[in-house]
């Protein structure tokens, strides 16, 4: 450790510059930089855009050593190592996908000093070889990202993160940093508590936004409130949505209004077109993209001027943080989110209809472990596909009760459950000079396979069903239907990409599974709903400050009014004030009702309306033509 803080602190500075182009740090990035130098566990609560990353990204190429950081979001490191391995910091990620060379490599490399950032998932820490291997590393200090993860009172409860306070005991003169971008004082103080920080610096900047304007609107007809505000707004936006099906739908209806500079974005699109996508996204000043939740991670782009929410968030902290991604360059940013009454409703019996009560869930459970016949104390080591709608007919039970399952059961790592696309897996258990004991259409397609997929016969393949059959120009579904047979007939193993697979992680074990993973999950549920209660109190009030509410939230419980928000607003903006403010704006010229809204974007075009209406009755306003409107002076 560096001894004074005179001997680093013009080293930091000088090390911000070097590799990131900045002069000065953000809030209060430089003084948790500091800290962790100093050998000093801390805990840094810094909102989304707050710079978490560089929190521990600096520190680590000033100290000895190799940095550790502990993350869930396996995309999120990825773009993480590509962006420092472009400036030239030396950092690598340890996944399930390396193989066995390239992973012995990575703690060779480590070994050496070589490496200055190791990233890992919290799972990483059960696995021997790394327990064996990170003794010989010298460990500068651990980083634990998302660290709200290992509290059952925040929204991503992972049981792994209780891993990490038993293994901190092997580096106890190791300093230990904890970042997260939302969470409450009680998950504050929990995760100070799990993850054994020794009298942490506390580190908490406020979560207030002086640039945001949150506007929470009442309304039916939401895509034409959309496309009338981008049409008052061009700039670079995202548009929040609840499903992929609304991202696709919400964007055609745009694109046929003559709004074209709009993509949707969901997990359903390929790595590729995710990354086409996103790259036009971050380049462009105007272009928008209609999301779920799956895009905005890790994604600094400045000139974000607004962003939309076609319908609210589940939970308070999920809509800061999304709603986050607007105005990091300190400039106006608009947030708007829209609702409506039928539509609480609506999420309301959604989240009714996905609890399962405890006897619907053991009744799943006991299905789920049936069908691939596994019995108690089992652990089969194979991946199985995994046909939802069977469990359906066989329970009587709604699909999204069992997703919520095995939702549960993946977090709490009992199971790894796919329930995205991705490639396909085949692997042969026949040699290729074995083909002549098949029957001759069997040899004859099996020798296809061993053509067109190098290594089938010694490892698992991993290869696109669509890319196979236009090379070979056979029909997918009969394809599909061929292997499923070979699969039978025991000549081979295949996993269909586009389908949902399960694999299980541990033992069998009913008692746990239906005693105290019965009350987690029980306590989950209740949590969420607590959430959705809150959050639906801040969308439908009318009485208080919107960022208020979210600061109180948060626990800050002093916090002024924002005079921003729609709350505000409404407040001090009457008929009088907006009547007053279009008349001063059309005292320097006579405008249209589009260009009028266009001017006073943060009203609606339809308030705007009524009050042009109004003034024209009262003599204030007259019509230059059908359609411009001028003062009457």
């Known amino acids: 450790m560096l001894s004074s803080t005179s001997s680093y602190d013009q080293l930091i500075q000088n090390t911000l510059k070097q590799y990131w182009g900045y002069n000065e740090f953000r809030s209060s990035q430089k003084d948790i930089i500091l800290s962790l130098i100093q050998g000093k566990d801390t805990l840094a609560l810094l909102p989304t855009g707050g710079g978490k990353s560089l929190c521990y990204q600096l520190p680590a190429i000033v100290l000895e050593g190799t940095c550790l950081v502990i993350s869930p979001l396996l995309a999120l490191m990825r773009d993480q190592i590509d962006s420092l391995q472009s400036l030239g910091i030396e950092a690598e990620l340890l ?95 929990e995760i100070s508590i799990k993850l054994g920080l020794h009298n942490p610096q506390i580190y908490k900047k406020s979560f207030k936004r002086d640039n945001l304007n949150i506007i929470v609107e009442n309304t039916s007809n939401k895509y034409n409130r959309i496309l009338e505000f981008l049409r008052q707004n061009p700039a670079s936006g995202i548009i929040y949505t609840r499903t992929r099906k609304e991202a696709e739908e919400l964007t055609y209806f745009l694109k046929n209004n003559r709004f074209q500079n709009v993509d949707f974005f969901h997990a359903g699109l390929t790595s590729n077109e995710k990354e086409k996508l996103q790259k036009k996204w971050i380049s462009s000043q105007f272009h928008v993209l209609v999301s779920t939740n799956a895009f905005g991670m890790g994604i600094d782009k400045e000139n974000v001027r607004f962003v939309i929410h076609l319908s609210p968030s589940s939970t308070i902290e999920n809509y800061y943080q999304e709603i986050g991604r607007a105005g990091r360059n300190g400039e106006d940013a608009i947030v708007v989110l829209l609702w409506n009454e039928q539509e609480l409703t609506n999420i309301d019996n959604t989240f009714q209809n996905q609890i399962p009560n405890k006897s619907e869930y053991q009744k799943i459970l006991t299905y789920l472990y049936s069908i691939f016949q596994v019995a108690d104390n089992d ?155 809150e959050n639906k109190f801040f969308i439908k009030d009318s009485d208080f400050c919107k960022m208020k509410l979210i600061l109180n939230y948060f626990g800050e419980k002093d916090a002024e009014n924002c005079g921003k928000c729609s709350v505000c607003r409404k407040r001090t903006n009457s008929k009088k004030n907006l009547s007053t403010e279009i008349m001063l704006h059309l005292s320097q010229k006579p405008m249209t009702l589009d260009e009028t809204a266009a001017t006073l974007n943060f009203y609606s075009k339809e308030a705007i309306s009524e009050t042009l209406i109004f003034l024209l009755d009262i003599g204030k306003v007259r019509m230059l033509n059908y359609k411009t409107y001028m003062l009457n002076q």
């Not at 580096?171 to 904890?178: M, T």
């Not at 790592?413 to 995205?420: D, G, M, Q, R, T």
């Not at 599974?513 to 019965?518: D, I, K, P, R, T």
Request: charged share 25%.
């Open 379 to 533: 652990l089969p080591e194979r991946t199985f596909q995994l046909d939802i709608n069977r469990i359906k007919n066989l329970t009587k039970l709604s699909i999204a009760k069992i997703k919520n399952i095995l939702t549960f059961l993946h977090n709490q790592e009992l199971i790894f459950y796919k329930n995205s696309v991705s490639p396909s897996v085949i692997q042969s258990f026949v040699q290729s000079n074995e083909l002549d004991q098949l029957a001759p259409s069997d040899a004859y397609f099996m020798e296809l396979l061993f053509r067109n997929l190098p290594g089938l016969a010694i490892q698992k393949v991993y290869f696109s069903d669509a890319a196979f059959c236009n090379k070979n120009g056979y029909d997918i579904i009969n394809f599909k239907e061929r292997l499923k047979q070979l699969q039978k007939a025991g000549h081979l193993e295949y996993l269909d990409g586009s389908q949902h697979s399960i694999k299980f992680l541990k033992p069998r074990n009913d008692r746990h599974l239906f005693g105290e993973y019965w009350a987690l999950f029980h306590h989950i549920q209740k949590n969420k709903l607590r959430k959705w209660e």
């Open 95 to 189: 996944s399930s996908e390396l193989d066995e060379f390239e992973e012995e490599s990575v703690y060779n490399r480590c070994k050496n000093g070589l490496i200055k950032i190791l990233y890992i998932s919290p799972e990483r820490l059960q696995n021997q070889l790394f327990l064996r291997n990170i003794q010989e590393i010298n460990i500068s200090f651990i980083a634990v990202d998302e660290a709200h993860c290992i509290s059952e009172w925040g929204s991503d409860f992972r049981p792994s993160y209780q891993n990490i306070k038993k293994f901190r005991q092997e580096f106890k003169n190791v300093p230990c940093l904890a970042l997260t971008a939302t969470a409450t004082n009680k998950v504050v103080e």
